[in-house]
T-cell receptor, first 111, second 112 residues
Framework: EDQVTQSPEALRLQEGESSSLNCSYT??????LFWYRQDPGKGPEFLFT???AGEEKEKERLKATLTKKESFLHITAPKPEDSATYLC????????????FGKGTLLTVNP | NAGVTQTPKFQVLKTGQSMTLQCAQD?????MSWYRQDPGMGLRLIHY???????DQGEVPNGYNVSRSTTEDFPLRLLSAAPSQTSVYFC???????????FGPGTRLTVT
């Protein structure tokens, strides 16, 4: 059974204070790891897909990295508009088309 | 493109009532899925479909039925609503690779 654990559950930063969110996973044959952003009262919004260890992707102030056991979402010089819940999900080789999500990290960036 | 649309946005049901949550996408995606999101539980997969006429169960399928007669539509049926089905329901679609899933705005369901 695929498992995803995200930490911390909540993170409060000052504007401009860089940090990282963690996503640890257990999966048989990773087919893909996904990062999503979710604003209150809305559906998740896709950010990144990572397929293999060592892969990195960037978008504005966000950078996602992947190892064989975990992924990090690095946030550089965050702004208040980066405040949201960040979700990590995986799909494994034995899971067909079933995504397993973590519980998310609630990020708050204060001005 | 409207993307993924869901109706209704809010619904209150009494225990034992049945209803259908509607989901439609206009991106010609083969893969569609339903999730429920509960506080402290994250998103959990209910059912999914990889194409018209093909559906399969996810992590929490009990009490829910689905069908996929067209590429565009993927309705979720609650057969006999229970208070444990109080949740926010999200529909999503993507290519079969699951890359870049598009989520709908959600349906907030309360069962009393």
């Amino acid at each position: 059974e695929d498992q995803v654990t995200q930490s911390p559950e909540a993170l409060r930063l000052q504007e401009g204070e860089s940090s990282s969110l963690n996503c640890s996973y257990t999966v048989s044959g990773l087919r893909g790891l996904f990062w999503y952003r979710q604003d209150p009262g809305k559906g998740p919004e896709f950010l990144f897909t990572l397929y293999s260890a060592g892969e990195e992707k960037e978008k504005e102030r966000l950078k996602a990295t992947l190892t064989k056991k975990e992924s990090f979402l690095h946030i550089t010089a965050p702004k208040p508009e980066d405040s949201a819940t960040y979700l990590c999900a995986v799909v494994g080789g034995g899971s067909n088309y079933k995504l397993t999500f973590g519980k998310g990290t609630l990020l708050t960036v204060n001005p | 493109n409207a993307g993924v649309t869901q109706t209704p946005k809010f619904q209150v049901l009494k225990t034992g009532q049945s209803m259908t949550l509607q989901c439609a996408q206009d991106m010609n995606h083969e893969y569609m899925s339903w999730y429920r999101q509960d506080p402290g539980m994250g998103l959990r997969l209910i059912h999914y479909s990889v194409g018209a006429g093909i559906t399969d169960q996810g992590e929490v399928p009990n009490g829910y039925n689905v069908s996929r007669s067209t590429t565009e539509d993927f309705p979720l049926r609650l057969l006999s609503a229970a208070p444990s089905q109080t949740s926010v329901y999200f529909c999503a679609s993507s290519s079969p690779s699951l890359d870049e899933q598009y989520f709908g705005p959600g349906t907030r369901l309360t069962v009393t």
